[in-house]
């Protein structure tokens, strides 16, 4: 059974400071994995979605790697703000499956 | 270009009352899942759905949980008997189809059993 693992659990960095969050996953044979975030009280926005044919995605400060075959997948993000505070998730989604398998998440506090 | 939309935000039932949760999905989009999430614990699939298709109910209990998304009008959400452990965020994701597709999500029905 597919289980998604992010370490640390909860991370705060000063204002300004590159960080990286990490996830793991079990079974390789995934479609893609997709990374959210989550603000207290609200629901899930997605920020990058990774094929799994593909190694990373770009969108603006934010940098995704996928290595498929050692199950991890890296969030980057360059030059952290305070309003990047938020629980970040990552979520794979398993070849021929219907739904997706979600770690519990990282919470990320950046200090003005 | 409204997203996904849930309601309602905050539900509070007795035991054994009934809860109804609607979702409308992000337009143009056909596909539909729940998902739970307990507190302190992860996202956890309950159930796909397609226009007035259940396509994939394996995370869903097999008692007193039930959903629909008809042709006409938001998907539903019913747990009939609610219990205590039933107080969970219930969040409803849609996209638009295929396994490429992100899904999108809504803010949630937080419901609270007391």
């Known amino acids: 059974k597919q289980e998604v693992t992010q370490i640390p659990a909860a991370l705060s960095v000063p204002e300004g400071e590159n960080l990286v969050l990490n996830c793991s996953f079990t079974?390789?044979?995934?479609?893609?994995l997709q990374w959210f975030r989550q603000d207290p009280g609200k629901g899930l926005t997605s920020l990058l979605l990774?094929?799994?044919?593909?190694r990373e995605q770009t969108s603006g400060r934010l940098n995704a790697s996928l290595d498929k075959s050692s199950g991890r997948s890296t969030l980057y993000i360059a030059a952290s703000q305070p309003g990047d505070s938020a629980t970040y998730l990552c979520?794979?989604?398993?070849?021929?499956?219907?739904?997706?398998?979600f770690g519990t998440g990282t919470r990320l506090t950046v200090i003005p | 270009n409204a997203g996904v939309m849930q309601n309602p935000r905050h539900l509070v039932r007795r035991r054994g009352q009934e809860a109804r949760l609607r979702c409308s999905p992000m337009?143009?989009?056909?596909?539909v899942y729940w998902y739970r999430q307990l507190p302190e614990e992860g996202l956890k699939f309950m159930v796909y759905?397609?226009?007035?298709?259940?396509?994939?109910e394996s995370g869903m209990p097999k008692e007193r949980f039930s959903a629909e998304f008809p042709k006409e009008g938001p998907s539903i959400l019913r747990i009939q008997q609610v219990v205590r452990g039933d107080s969970a965020a219930y969040f409803c994701?849609?996209?638009?189809?295929?396994?490429?597709?992100?899904?999108?999500f809504g803010n949630g029905t937080r419901l609270t059993v007391t």
């Open positions: 994701a849609s996209s638009t189809e295929g396994y490429n597709s992100p899904l999108h």
């Open positions: 079974d390789s044979a995934i479609y893609n």
């Open positions: 990774i094929q799994s044919s593909q």
């Open positions: 979520a794979v989604r398993e070849t021929g499956a219907n739904n997706l398998f």
């Open positions: 337009k143009g989009h056909s596909h």
């Open positions: 759905l397609q226009k007035e298709n259940i396509i994939d």
